[in-house]
């Protein structure tokens, strides 16, 4: 796998996916989110990673991090969702900053940031 399986694990989520869809999960790869989509929404995007590194055997573990964006009308829902998202993918992975918590200059929506790190065996 060359990806994460954050989707995956949140479409799995009936929290996360009562929140965020239920027909569709509305959390998208940056790349991949529609130009004018609907709140309450999520995004994420992958900054780092690397393969473990061994001497003498190839890797069998790869390391990801990347930055979850959740946008939402209000303050109250976009906390909501960060942590129905936190519940969903803490068991598979760390969460390694708490970022931003703002409101969009864009949009106008609320948007809470945090940094995940994500280990996936080969």
Request: contains cysteine.
């Amino acid at each position: 796998m060359i990806n994460a399986p954050i989707f995956e694990v949140l479409f799995q989520d009936p929290t996360v996916l009562k929140l965020l869809g239920p027909k569709i999960l509305r959390f998208y790869s940056f790349d991949n989110k529609p130009e004018e989509v609907v709140p309450p929404y999520g995004t994420f995007q992958n900054y780092g990673g690397a393969p473990e590194q061994y001497l003498g055997t190839l890797p069998d573990v790869d390391t990801w991090s990347f930055q979850v964006d959740i946008y939402a009308k209000t303050a109250a829902e976009v906390r909501t969702i960060a942590t129905a998202i936190r519940d969903a993918i803490e068991p598979h992975c760390y969460i390694t900053r708490w970022g931003v918590q703002v409101i969009d200059d864009d949009k106008k929506y609320f948007r809470y940031s945090f940094d995940v790190d994500w280990m996936t065996l080969r």
